[in-house]
């Protein structure tokens, strides 16, 4: 502070100063946004529940195409590799085979299948069992299907794990069922690519909600805006309120969106857990997670702050003093 001679008190406000009053301002309305919401709790409601409704049904389609993807390490129609052994290998081979199969990474289960038990399936499948009896030795071989994981699914993984398998010395033939293979994944590349325009329109009608009631927001303090920049108040010290109330609404939307979504899984887990006991399964459904939950939140804040900072920008600039 100094004196000059006119006797009147020039100050200078220091770098220590400003950034308090910068930081200070962003703690005032980022408290006082939210009390504003909590001052009118039908408005904020309605605002966070499009929010949270755009945000659930991509949620819910993204975790159901998990639950699937778990389902087919275990689904009894999930593909199968055939692996047909030597007519002359002996027990200790085939045991000591199977041992290395279950190693694999690629590998979910391994079933032995003897050469009796193939004939005898074979004779109640074709109904040639008199013409086998009458042979005096079984033409047909041990079989062991293997059952990849649900990542060695995957046309080339599948393709590149049956040559492995067939390289082995008591092998034979290997045969795989590689249609299923690629409508299996054709289908989860479609569920994928239809949850990621679903969840770009949604999130394109959550800028547009939030964006709008922004603007109503603006256009009902046009006066408050009006004496702030009259008094000097700066364009970023006028817009953060309402960059804040955006942020607000998308994160109570988010946080509203996660309960839905957990609410709904609950719902139907008993019935899932009973459809699993008929069909002799473990499989146990996997709901949204905490991290899922922090996602929503995450996306759901970005959404309504880029709504508000959409709509501050566009309208913000049109009054004027």
Same mark, same amino acid.
């Given at each position: 502070?100094?004196r000059?001679?006119? &006797?009147?008190?020039?100050?200078? @406000?220091?770098?220590?100063?400003?950034? =308090?009053?910068?930081?200070? $301002? $962003?703690?005032?309305?980022?408290?006082?946004?939210?009390?504003?919401?909590?001052? @009118?709790?039908?408005?904020?409601l309605?605002?966070? !529940?499009?929010? /949270?409704?755009?945000?659930? !049904?991509?949620? @819910?389609?993204?975790?159901?195409?998990?639950?699937?993807?778990?389902?087919?390490?275990?689904?009894?129609?999930?593909?199968?590799?055939? #692996?047909?052994?030597?007519?002359?290998? =002996?027990?200790?081979?085939?045991?000591?085979?199977?041992? =290395?199969?279950? =190693?694999m990474?690629?590998?979910?289960?391994?079933?032995? !299948?003897?050469?009796?038990?193939?004939?005898?399936?074979?004779?109640? +499948?074709?109904?040639?069992?008199?013409?086998?009896?009458?042979?005096?030795?079984?033409?047909?071989?041990?079989t062991? #299907?293997?059952?990849? @994981?649900?990542? /060695?699914?995957?046309?080339?993984?599948?393709?590149?794990?049956?040559?492995?398998?067939?390289s082995?010395?008591?092998?034979?033939? #290997?045969?795989?069922?590689?249609? %299923?293979?690629?409508?299996?994944?054709?289908? +989860?590349? !479609?569920?994928?690519?239809?949850?990621? /325009?679903?969840?770009?329109?949604?999130?394109?009608?959550?800028?547009?909600?939030?964006?709008?009631?922004?603007?109503?927001?603006?256009?009902?303090r046009?006066?408050?805006?009006?004496?702030?920049?009259?008094? &000097? &108040?700066?364009?970023?010290?006028?817009?953060?309120?309402?960059?804040?109330?955006?942020?607000?609404? &998308?994160?109570?939307?988010?946080?509203?969106a996660?309960?839905?979504?957990?609410a709904?899984? %609950?719902?139907?887990?008993?019935?899932?857990?009973?459809?699993?006991?008929?069909?002799?399964?473990?499989?146990?459904?996997?709901?949204?997670?905490?991290?899922?939950?922090?996602?929503?939140?995450?996306?759901?804040?970005?959404?309504?702050?880029?709504?508000? %900072?959409?709509? #501050?920008?566009? $309208?913000?600039?049109?009054?004027?003093p």
């Amino acid at each position: 502070m100094a004196r000059i001679d006119n &006797g009147a008190i020039q100050s200078k @406000t220091s770098l220590g100063d400003k950034a =308090r009053s910068y930081w200070g $301002h $962003h703690r005032a309305s980022f408290l006082g946004s939210l009390a504003r919401l909590l001052s @009118t709790p039908g408005q904020t409601l309605m605002t966070a !529940l499009v929010v /949270a409704i755009a945000l659930a !049904l991509p949620a @819910t389609l993204l975790v159901a195409l998990g639950n699937i993807q778990q389902l087919g390490d275990n689904w009894d129609a999930s593909p199968k590799i055939s #692996v047909y052994l030597n007519l002359r290998a =002996r027990e200790t081979a085939i045991e000591q085979l199977i041992k =290395r199969l279950e =190693r694999m990474a690629e590998v979910n289960a391994v079933q032995y !299948l003897s050469a009796e038990q193939v004939k005898a399936d074979f004779q109640r +499948m074709s109904g040639f069992g008199e013409a086998l009896e009458a042979l005096d030795d079984n033409p047909l071989p041990a079989t062991l #299907v293997v059952t990849p @994981t649900f990542a /060695a699914t995957e046309a080339a993984a599948l393709q590149s794990l049956g040559e492995k398998i067939a390289s082995e010395a008591i092998v034979d033939e #290997v045969s795989m069922d590689m249609e %299923w293979v690629r409508r299996l994944r054709e289908l +989860m590349v !479609l569920g994928k690519k239809i949850v990621a /325009a679903l969840a770009g329109l949604l999130g394109l009608g959550v800028l547009l909600a939030v964006g709008n009631t922004i603007r109503l927001a603006i256009e009902n303090r046009r006066d408050e805006i009006v004496v702030s920049k009259l008094v &000097g &108040g700066s364009d970023g010290f006028v817009r953060r309120p309402f960059i804040y109330s955006g942020g607000w609404y &998308g994160f109570i939307g988010g946080l509203l969106a996660a309960l839905i979504v957990v609410a709904g899984f %609950w719902i139907i887990e008993g019935t899932v857990v009973k459809l699993a006991l008929l069909y002799q399964s473990d499989f146990e459904l996997q709901a949204l997670g905490f991290k899922g939950c922090l996602q929503l939140l995450g996306i759901g804040t970005l959404l309504g702050w880029l709504g508000a %900072w959409l709509a #501050v920008g566009r $309208h913000l600039a049109q009054i004027e003093p």
